[in-house]
């Protein structure tokens, strides 16, 4: 089993700047990619950005250039730094986990409870 738990949400205006935090616990937490999906009001859950285990990225189109996604393998962290935010990007975002994780929810094995991040124009 792993735990995952999201920190650093919050309101900000557009054009502003937030740090999501996910830190991951469990025996074999460390051999898991990580990543970040997001659910705006009204819409399906969305892929936003991936990280593997050995540093390999992707990301949404919708994002590329603005966020970036890392990891402290040895703190078992993964990061999601936002900038220039847009009243778009409003929504509860998830940290995920998975062995083979990619941009698809059925390759996530844990979720996260969500954190809100809500970017005021």
């Known amino acids: 089993q792993v735990q995952l738990v999201e920190s650093g949400g919050g309101l900000v205006q557009a054009g502003g700047s937030l740090r999501l935090s996910c830190a991951a616990s469990?025996?074999?937490?460390?051999?898991?990619?990580m990543g970040w999906f997001r659910q705006a009001p009204g819409k399906e859950r969305e892929f936003v950005a991936v990280i593997s285990r050995s540093g390999t990225t992707y990301y949404a189109v919708f994002v590329k250039g603005r966020f970036t996604i890392s990891r402290d393998n040895a703190k078992n962290t993964v990061y999601l730094q936002m900038n220039s935010l847009k009243p778009e990007d409003t929504a509860v975002y998830y940290c995920?986990?998975?062995?083979?994780?990619?941009?698809?929810?059925?390759?996530?094995?844990?979720w996260g409870q969500g954190t809100q991040v809500t970017v005021s124009s």
């Open positions: 469990g025996r074999t937490a460390s051999t898991y990619g």
């Open positions: 995920a986990a998975g062995l083979s994780i990619w941009t698809i929810e059925r390759t996530v094995d844990y």
